[in-house]
C-alpha cells in the first residue's frame, strides 16, 4: 500500500498542481506506474469542477457558474493538458514532416492554430455545458475529465514515443503498462459513467472511443507514435466530444 501510496503521491504531483511534498521519493518505479492514476486524477480534478459549479450557482447565473468551473479545473492541472492541444495544433497545423511536427510541437511560443483551436475548444466545452440541466452538469463533469483521461492510457499502452529525444518531461511518463493496471485503470475510470443515465452513458463512451481510434491513428500515422502534446490532445479531444454527446441526447431526447 505504501508503494501505491507513492504512485499515486508522483501522478499528483506530474498531472496536478496539488503540493504533495516528499519530492525525494519520486523513484524511476513510481514515474513509470503514474499514469495508471490518472482516472482518480480525472475523478478528482471533475469533483472539484463540479463543486465549484454548485457552489456558485448560489451566487451567479449558470454560465457565469460553468465558466468559474471551467477555471478551476485549469487552475488545479495548471492548464496541463490544454498546453498539450494547443501545442499539437501547431504542430500538426503547421509541420509537413514528422520532424517539423515535433520541433514545433516543442516550441514554447503559441502560433495561430494553437489560439483558435484553445478558442474554440473551450466554447465548444462551455456551449455544451450550458446547454445541460443544471443538476446534470456536475456529474457530466466528473464523468468527462475521468474517461478522457482513462484514453491517454490507452494511449500510451497501445503505441509508441514518438521522440528520439531524452529531454522531453512526458517520455519518463510514456511507459506502457501492465495488463492488470490497465484493466483495472479502465474499470475505475468508467466506473464514473454510473453517476448518468445509462443511454448518455453508454453514448457517450461509445463516442469517447471512436474519438480516441480517430486521433490516435492520426497521430501515429503522421509522426510514426506519441508526443506527450498528442496525449494532452487527446484527454482535451475526448472531454469536448463526451460533452457534446450528452449534450446531444438531452437535447433530442431528453428536452
Same mark, same amino acid.
Given at each position: 500500500m505504501?508503494?501505491?501510496w ?14 504533495v511534498?516528499g519530492? %525525494?521519493e519520486w ?5 513509470d506506474?503514474a ?10 480534478v ?6 465549484v459549479?454548485?457552489?456558485s450557482?448560489y451566487?451567479? /447565473?449558470q454560465t457565469?457558474?460553468?465558466?468559474l468551473?471551467m477555471?478551476?479545473t485549469?487552475l488545479l492541472t495548471g492548464?496541463f ?7 499539437a495544433?501547431?504542430?500538426?497545423g ?5 520532424e517539423?511536427?515535433? +520541433?514545433? +510541437?516543442k516550441?514554447s511560443?503559441s %502560433?495561430a492554430y494553437?489560439?483558435v483551436g484553445?478558442?474554440l475548444l473551450?466554447?465548444?466545452?462551455f456551449?455544451a455545458?450550458?446547454?445541460l440541466p ?7 463533469f466528473?464523468?468527462?475529465h475521468t474517461?478522457?483521461r482513462?484514453?491517454? @492510457? ?5 503505441h ?9 518531461k512526458s517520455?519518463p511518463l510514456?511507459?506502457s =503498462? /501492465? =495488463?492488470?493496471r490497465? @484493466? @483495472?485503470s479502465? @474499470?475505475? %475510470?468508467?466506473l464514473?459513467?454510473?453517476?448518468l /443515465?445509462w443511454q448518455p452513458?453508454?453514448? %457517450?463512451l461509445?463516442?469517447?472511443i471512436?474519438?480516441f481510434?480517430?486521433w490516435?491513428?492520426?497521430v ?5 507514435g506519441?508526443?506527450?502534446?498528442c496525449l ?5 479531444l475526448?472531454?469536448v466530444?463526451?460533452y ?6 438531452y437535447? $433530442?431526447? $431528453?428536452?
Amino acid at each position: 500500500m505504501k508503494k501505491e501510496w507513492h504512485i499515486f503521491k508522483t501522478s499528483l504531483l506530474f498531472f496536478t498542481r496539488i503540493p504533495v511534498g516528499g519530492h %525525494g521519493e519520486w523513484e524511476q518505479e513510481y514515474v513509470d506506474k503514474a499514469t495508471s492514476y490518472l482516472p482518480v486524477i480525472g475523478l478528482l480534478v471533475g469533483s472539484f469542477g463540479g463543486l465549484v459549479f454548485v457552489g456558485s450557482t448560489y451566487l451567479f /447565473p449558470q454560465t457565469v457558474a460553468i465558466v468559474l468551473s471551467m477555471v478551476a479545473t485549469v487552475l488545479l492541472t495548471g492548464a496541463f493538458h490544454e498546453d498539450g492541444f494547443c501545442d499539437a495544433c501547431d504542430g500538426f497545423g503547421g509541420g509537413y514532416t514528422k520532424e517539423q511536427r515535433l +520541433m514545433i +510541437m516543442k516550441d514554447s511560443r503559441s %502560433g495561430a492554430y494553437a489560439v483558435v483551436g484553445a478558442a474554440l475548444l473551450l466554447l465548444l466545452k462551455f456551449s455544451a455545458l450550458t446547454s445541460l440541466p443544471a443538476t446534470v452538469i456536475p456529474l457530466v463533469f466528473i464523468a468527462g475529465h475521468t474517461i478522457s483521461r482513462t484514453t491517454i @492510457i490507452w494511449f500510451v499502452s497501445i503505441h509508441t514515443y514518438a521522440r528520439d529525444d531524452n529531454q522531453s518531461k512526458s517520455k519518463p511518463l510514456a511507459k506502457s =503498462l /501492465p =495488463l492488470s493496471r490497465i @484493466i @483495472i485503470s479502465t @474499470i475505475a %475510470g468508467s466506473l464514473t459513467l454510473l453517476l448518468l /443515465p445509462w443511454q448518455p452513458a453508454i453514448a %457517450g463512451l461509445i463516442v469517447s472511443i471512436i474519438v480516441f481510434v480517430i486521433w490516435s491513428q492520426y497521430v501515429v500515422k503522421r509522426l510514426g507514435g506519441y508526443s506527450g502534446d498528442c496525449l494532452g490532445a487527446t484527454q482535451q479531444l475526448v472531454e469536448v466530444a463526451f460533452y457534446l454527446t450528452i449534450t446531444a441526447y438531452y437535447f $433530442n431526447f $431528453n428536452g
